[in-house]
Structures are given as C-alpha cells and as structure tokens.
C-alpha cells in the first residue's frame, strides 16, 4: 500500500510539473478602452453653420477572467466630457457574467449588447469609417444599443450564432423622425413582463469577409402603446488585400400606431493607398451611400414618408499609424427627399481603443 | 486501512484531473505536428530560453512583448534527418492566452499554423483553417500585415492583430535560431 501510494504521489508531483508547463492560463484583471475626440461642423439647409468641439466618447474596460470558462467583463461609458442637467451622460454599457464552455457553446447575462448590426457590439473607433458612426448606426440600428439580458452563443463549423433574450423597448418613445431609438431602456428598470427575442447568424469561414444577419422580436409596451416590433438586418463587411468594403440593410416594421416600417441601407468602400509605397500606417481614403428612412412606411402615407427620408454621400480619409489609433476626417452632403434640402457636415478626430 | 484507499483513490483523481489539464493542449500539439509533417516523423520537445538581447530586438520590430521568457520548440526528423521545426508559444487576445503552434521546414518558411487553444468568447475566428492557411509559405521576409497580406476578420480585430504578430515574433526567432 505505502509502496502504491509513493507511486501515486510521485506521478502526481511530476504530472503536476508538467501540467503547469502547459497551463498557459492565469487569474488575470483585463483593463482596455476607448476614446474619440470630434470636431463636427454642421450646415442644415439655409441656416449658417454651426461648429464644435465634442470629446464624444471615453470609455473604460474592466474585465477579471477567474478560470479558462468563468469571467466577468463590464464598459463604463462617459460621453460629451461632463455630466449636468442633463447633458453628458454616465452609463454602464456592458456588465455580465461569461461562461465559455468552448467553441461551440457559452453564455452570458447582465448588462449586454445586442448582436444586431455589425457596429453594436464592436463600436471602437478604428473598426469604423467616419468620425462619427454611420448615420445607419444612429437612426436605424441605434447603436449603442445595451441593457439588461442573456444570450448563448456559439460557432460551429464557420457559422458563429448569438439567440438572446432582452429587456423590451419602450413602444411611447418610438417617433418618425428616430425610428425605435428612443425607445432603448438602456438597463433602467426595464417592464420585465416582456422581452425582445432575438437570433444572429453570421459565415466567417471565407478569409476576410464576416457576411450575416440577425432577426428580432419584440411585443413592445410603453404607458400608453403596446406595439409589435420586428427588426430584421442584413451585414457583411469584407477586409483583406488592403479593400474594405462594408454592406448593410435593415428594416423596423411596427403593428400599430402611425409608424409602420422604418428602413435603411448604407454602403462603404476603402483602399489602403499606403501599400502602393510599402508604409506601415494605412492610409484609406473611402466613400458611403446611405438611404435612411425612419418612417419608411405610415398611415397617413404621402409627406410624412418624405420627410425623414435623406440619402447621404460621405468622402473621408481614414489614417491608422498603428492599429489602436485612427485620425479621421470626413465631408458629407445629405439631401433630403421631401423638399431637396442640402445639409452639409466636415468632422474630423481622433480615435483610440487598448 | 479505509483511510490508505481514500487516500489514494483521493491521489488518483488528483492525477487524473491535473493531467486533464493541460493533456489536450499537448495532444493537439502532437496531432498538428504529426498532421504537417507526416505520421512517421520524430517530434524532440525542448525549451528554448531567450536571452535578453535576442528577446528585446525581435520585441522591437514587431512591437509585441513575448508572452514567457521560454519558447517551446518541438524538432521534426524523419530517418535521422531534421526536416522541420514546430514554435508553440501564446499572444494575449482581449483579455486570455492565446496558444499557437507555427510549424516550419528546415529553411525557416511556414507550412502549417494552427490555433491550439482559444480561450475568449469572442474572435473564435481566427481558429478557422482558411484563415490560418494564409500563412502558409510566409518566411522572415514577409509581411506580416492585418488588412494587406492577412486578412482581417471583422469582430476579432484584436486576436487577428495580435496573432499576426505573434506568429511573425517566431518566424523572427526561428530565422535568428537557424543562422547560428
């Protein structure tokens, strides 16, 4: 017995040793960030312009990994510099709990992200064109969409699957001129007697291209309106010999009240025009066309379909000396359909994320 | 006597779950290797230490600390003759190890790279054999570059980032451990 029990200890000791060589984890605290200082000039029809300064977004990244499968990652959020009366805003924008049983499978629940579009859930500065998000992100996906919720997620055999439950959105705030936007409860006390529903799917097995969508439903509710919403987009966003090109198209339909469908679609296309004289930081120049229209469909019909409805041009330049840093500066020009008005924007920042 | 079994039944289960650990990682590794460079090979494991110079120079170029001070090396032979190496290291994606195994013919150009273990819930990506296939004949005069020679993936921007360098930082070393 003692002679099977040193045997047993001395296997141990030396597995023990040879394990740990290959044990390459740690309990470990993750700290990241982002950050994007603007300067956005804008001229709406007639009127003169008008320019500012805006420290639009600083956010901090906190994360603890206790095991290979258990972690905890949170995003506070600080916007406009300031927080009074009002203006600025303090918001805790992700929080959860991570179980990563493996590829295939895991699952998450706090304050999360809804995988809808390609910009909410990867929304620092160097992974999108323009120094402002794409007015797609802003008025049709209102991106940054967060709250309370749970999803598993997964990937098997290339395709990568979100199916999520979270909170509802509040159906008093949706508008023609912001679609569901202002309807985000962003976490706070959110009616729990219902739930948005939703499911992504995306292929990544092609080298460079992320192509998807995602499907969601909600029986949304306010104090006065109970609407039914279904969100249904589709993205694909392709990066590799120095092409970036990015597609997107959405639809909002509502069951009830004037609003009947909100609509939208945007596409970019860059080139990395360092790589014809071999330098190291990527110098994009890129175009985009939106068409956005929050109230795509009414009862009334007639003006109130044109009214919200513009397209955009946007030339830009997006310049990365390394990858966690982007200056950017952008012109756009958006007519809208109702009365060919002409609203001119220059925006040019800095973005960071670590 | 009761006592001595618990014991050693408590001993066995020990065993078995600290091997369990890091087991997979080793017969992955085993598996790639063999998979590269052919069933009849001969694979000898040994570590190389950095030394503090070979370590700063090659950090500075590619502008990525190496994760340890050791680097494992496995060496491929087949009837007595060296006919390839394999580099297993890890990079840090957001916030977890990633472990990667690069392998390489005797001349210091790449074969086969393969993800070993991922980690993160999000970039799993990267772990796909199309895009891990893009660097295949990459050697110490490549690239390296996310967007231009190497495909980005959209949602796993940092693990493709940091991955690139990674692999880049051995191609680096084998090529400095060849020359001498």
């Known amino acids: 017995m003692k002679l099977k029990l040193t045997i047993a200890l001395v296997i141990l000791f030396t597995q023990f040793i040879h394990s740990q060589d290959f044990n390459f984890f740690e309990p470990k605290v993750t700290i990241g960030g982002y950050g994007e200082l603007h300067y956005n000039n804008e001229k709406i029809g007639d009127a003169p312009s008008n320019a500012i300064w805006d420290f639009h977004r600083f956010v901090l990244f906190f994360g603890y990994s206790w095991s290979e499968k258990w972690s905890f990652k949170s995003e506070v959020e600080f916007e406009h510099n300031f927080v009074k009366n009002g203006q600025g805003e303090l918001a805790l924008e992700q929080a959860y709990v991570n179980y990563h049983h493996s590829d295939e499978f895991g699952f998450n629940i706090g304050v999360i992200l809804p995988s809808i579009g390609l910009i909410n859930e990867y929304h620092e500065p160097p992974l999108f064109f323009g120094t402002e998000r794409p007015v797609y992100h802003n008025l049709i996906i209102p991106t940054t969409w967060f709250g309370s919720g749970a999803s598993v997620y997964g990937n098997v055999k290339g395709f990568d699957y979100r199916v999520m439950i979270f909170e509802t959105l509040n159906s008093d705030k949706f508008s023609l001129s912001q679609g569901i936007r202002g309807g985000r409860m962003k976490g706070y006390k959110t009616d729990a007697s219902r739930l948005l529903y939703s499911i992504r799917l995306d292929y990544l097995n092609i080298p460079g291209l992320k192509i998807g969508g995602s499907f969601s439903f909600n029986n949304a509710k306010g104090d006065s309106t109970q609407v039914d919403v279904t969100i249904a987009e589709i993205h694909a966003k392709y990066t590799a010999n120095n092409i970036t090109a990015v597609f997107e198209f959405g639809n909002i339909s509502y069951n009830n009240g004037e609003l009947k469908a909100s609509r939208g679609y945007y596409f970019d296309l860059g080139y990395n025009v360092a790589s014809f004289f071999d330098l190291n930081t990527k110098i994009t120049p890129f175009i985009r066309y939106s068409d956005i229209n929050t109230a795509a469909e009414t009862i009334s019909g007639g003006e109130k379909e044109k009214r919200y409805h513009f397209t955009e041009w946007m030339i830009g330049l997006d310049v990365k000396p390394i990858d966690n840093v982007v200056f950017k500066v952008d012109y756009s020009e958006q007519t809208r359909k109702l009365d060919d008005r002409k609203s001119k924007f220059i925006n040019f920042g800095v973005g960071y994320m670590f | ?180």
């Open chain 2, 1 to 180: 006597m009761i006592f001595h079994k618990v014991i050693y039944i408590v001993f066995l289960f020990l065993i078995f779950t600290s091997a369990s650990v890091s087991q997979d990682i080793q017969d992955k590794v085993r598996v790639s290797l063999l998979n590269c460079f052919g069933e009849n090979s001969q694979i000898i494991f040994e570590k190389f230490t950095l030394t503090f110079q070979l370590r700063n120079s090659i950090e500075k170029k590619v502008g990525q600390k190496f994760f340890l001070n050791e680097i494992y090396l496995y060496k491929i032979y087949n009837e007595k003759k060296i006919i390839g190496y394999g580099l297993l290291d890890n990079v840090y994606g957001k916030s977890l190890p990633i472990t990667f195994l690069v392998m390489y013919d005797s001349e210091g150009k790449i074969l086969c790279s393969e993800i070993i273990k991922y980690r993160e819930p999000y970039g799993g990506a990267v772990q796909s054999k199309e895009w891990n296939d893009q660097f295949k004949g990459k050697n110490v005069n490549s690239d390296f570059q996310p967007g231009k020679d190497i495909s980005g993936i959209s949602g796993a921007t940092i693990s493709v980032n940091s991955l690139t360098k990674g692999i880049k930082k051995l191609t680096l070393l084998l090529n400095e451990i060849l020359s001498k």
